[in-house]
């Protein structure tokens, strides 16, 4: 088992990123979470991985923390229907401490706006997540009184909210929509971006 890798951030996406490791490239699949924290190409970076072995593959997964990891595998392992991509856009949308949170207060409308999550999921997730949740980080999000929501969503420009609307309209979490958007905005600083090229890349990138 491959439980962490050191080494230089070669390539990076929203969704994957390539780590070499003394020359040898891993290509890692990572959430939102841990790609928002990457460093710029060519830095050190310690990620906590997760290999999941199949018949026709092994895939490696990259997480920023070893919380992060630690809900990945108790989402795979105990949730009938969540395998590892739907794990991964539950780390994308909710921090570990929302999701302690949610499942805590039976929140299942915030749960369901996890892309890919469906009613019934949400209904499992509460169901079977919720004292394992609580051994497994004590008093992560569960102080967190009923109701409680996410931060603010921050300000976006006329551009950006046109695509972040477009992209709901295909049927995409207006959070991992957001998120999207915001990291391909400030990655192109500004030059070039309309509502146009944002939905393109963020299709792109979402999809990939």
Known sequence: MIAQ???????ASLTEIVLDVQGVGYDVAVPL????RLPSIGSEVLLYTHLQVREDAMQLYG???????A?????IVSVPGVGPRLALNVLSCMSVEGLCAAVKNKDLKAIGKINGIGKKTAERMVVELGDKLEQLF?????????GAGSPGE????????????????????R???CRTVERIAESADGKGITAENLIRKALAMMNS
């Open 5 to 11: 890798l050191k080494g230089k951030l070669a390539e």
């Open 33 to 36: 979470s841990t790609a928002d």
């Open 63 to 69: 997480f920023a923390s070893k919380e992060e990891r």
């Open 71 to 75: 809900l990945f595998r108790l989402l």
């Open 138 to 146: 004590p008093g992560a999000g569960f102080t967190l009184a009923a």
């Open 154 to 173: 921050k300000k976006h420009t006329m551009e950006e909210q046109d695509a972040i609307n477009a992209l709901e309209t295909l049927g995409y979490k």
């Open 175 to 177: 959070e991992l929509a």
